[in-house]
């Protein structure tokens, strides 16, 4: 089957507006790196566009309807978002959902330690990672830190420029003749990946007095006796600058990922080059077309979840019954719920799992059934099933939903690709698709195509993303596969 590429579609506004919609989402990038920092912008957009949070919602006895807007958030690491339509909800929903983890470093409970003159944070790698990627990149520091008194300390170290950067270390190519001999998947060890945060034994200010060769240092041995000089030196920052001590590490977190902006890719600038695409370049698109529609006559819902990368698992991840229980919330709200309405709400709702898929790569073409992969600026991409080998852990979408969406794409004049993820006994990989279909809903994968997906800097194409947002805002507004 033919395939277009976007970008010869467009007339000049389109690509205008292909550009623009760019400049938002590389802005999102750059100021959402976590899943907190993510909530974080999308409830003060939302709230920008009239939605009101659930909680407020129930506390003040609202009676929600038709254009209503709300939104709840679970342990700001996760999100759902509602806008009240026409039909009743027993009749369903039409649902994007994506997640905002992205693969990283995150720091220990016990971290701080110094060997050979050097400060450490002790590291454990989350998600999907090649280790050996992580090394000897400038890295950020991002998280919270909560005291027992209950306050909330905000890091965000090493985006600005003048900020300080950290970095993982790696071995010289003269000393590394064993480690060479390694495969990929062990010459960097995970226990390796520890952050480099320093090397001064002391903290230089107005009070420093220097040592002068040959004269005793009458410090010396308290500062043996309490800490190793350089840990001092950097807890003395940390509580000076921060105010964290070292206690402080057991009730924080704080993920280490790449440093710097999302930048154009490409002298056409036709890319995204940043971190974090996975997933987030189906979470914006996703939450701007929640945003945007009006007047729909299903519920529109989208719900940006953390814990994919490492199964859906936790309080915020997709399997929590942290969207369902909103959903009671909001049914409630709307003088519709009882236990049999939330059912059927669930099993008549559709859902797009918002997702990226691996673009084809001629570098490694090998790794590709070409006809069956997605290629970077041919649109949004469909995949109607995952799963590993014999489509095992797979959400397989029906016909009769594959059909009603293309219905609904090509009528919105959105540019779409079919895709599997990488060839047969090679590829696979899972979502959160699985986990919304156990509610009988129907359930499709759909996202972007990335190149270098899981790696510290990914790419996309322009095109695909704003595709993506057509066509997200298409289903919302359309999708009902009783009227099919």
């Known amino acids: 089957m033919e395939r277009l590429n976007a970008w010869n579609t467009y007339d000049l506004a389109a690509q205008d507006a292909c550009m623009t919609f760019a400049e938002g989402y590389k802005s999102f990038l750059d100021e959402g790196k976590t899943e907190r920092e993510c909530v974080d912008y999308f409830v003060e957009e939302a709230e920008k566009n009239g939605y009101i949070e659930l909680g407020r919602a129930i506390a003040e006895g609202k009676e929600l309807k038709a254009g209503d807007c709300v939104y709840s958030v679970w342990m700001n690491k996760s999100m759902a978002l509602f806008r009240i339509g026409e039909k009743p909800f027993e009749e369903g929903m039409n649902i994007l959902g994506a997640h905002i983890d992205s693969p990283r470093l995150d720091v220990k409970q016990n971290p701080l330690y110094e060997d050979g003159g050097i400060g450490y944070l002790d590291t454990h790698y989350y998600g999907g990672i090649k280790k050996y990627q992580y090394v000897t990149l400038p890295l950020a520091l991002h998280g919270v830190v909560v005291k027992k008194s209950g306050e909330t300390i905000l890091v965000n170290i090493g985006e600005e420029d003048d900020d300080p950067v950290f970095f993982v270390s790696d071995l010289l190519p003269h000393l590394a003749q064993d480690q060479m001999k390694k495969n990929a998947s062990t010459f960097i060890e995970g226990e390796v990946l520890d952050l480099i945060i320093g090397s001064q034994p002391v903290v230089i200010d107005a009070d420093t007095k220097p040592v002068k060769k040959g004269e005793k240092d009458e410090t010396a041995d308290k500062k043996a006796s309490e800490k190793s000089t350089v840990t001092k030196a950097l807890l003395k920052i940390l509580k000076d600058v921060y105010g964290i001590e070292e206690e402080d590490f057991i009730s924080a977190e704080l993920e280490i990922v790449p440093a710097g902006k999302a930048r ?221």
């Open 264 to 484: 154009d890719a490409g002298l056409d600038r036709s890319m995204v080059l940043a971190y974090g695409q996975d997933d987030r370049v189906c979470a914006y698109p996703s939450f701007r077309a929640q945003m945007e529609v009006t007047d729909i006559a299903r519920t529109s819902c989208t719900l940006l979840v953390d814990k994919e990368e490492i199964g859906s698992v936790g309080a915020t991840g997709m399997q929590s019954r942290f969207f369902e229980n909103a959903l009671a919330e909001v049914m409630s709200l709307c003088g519709q719920y009882s236990e049999l309405a939330l059912r059927r709400t669930l099993a008549n709702s559709a859902m797009l799992s918002s997702d990226v898929s691996a673009a084809f790569d001629p570098s490694y073409a090998a790794a590709f059934e070409k006809k069956n992969a997605c290629f970077l600026g041919c649109g949004m991409v469909f995949n109607k099933f995952t799963g590993a080998r014999g489509k095992s852990g797979s959400n397989d979408a029906n016909a009769e939903y594959l059909g009603a969406l293309r219905k609904v794409m090509d009528d919105a004049s959105v540019l779409y690709q079919t895709a599997e993820l990488g060839r047969v006994d090679l590829g696979g990989g899972g979502t959160i698709a699985y986990i919304l279909a156990l509610y009988g809903m129907n359930v499709i994968d759909s996202g972007v195509a990335v190149l270098s997906m899981h790696a510290p800097w990914e790419a996309t194409s322009k095109a695909d993303i704003y595709e993506a947002y057509k066509g997200y805002k298409a289903f919302l507004q359309k999708m009902d596969m009783r009227n099919m």
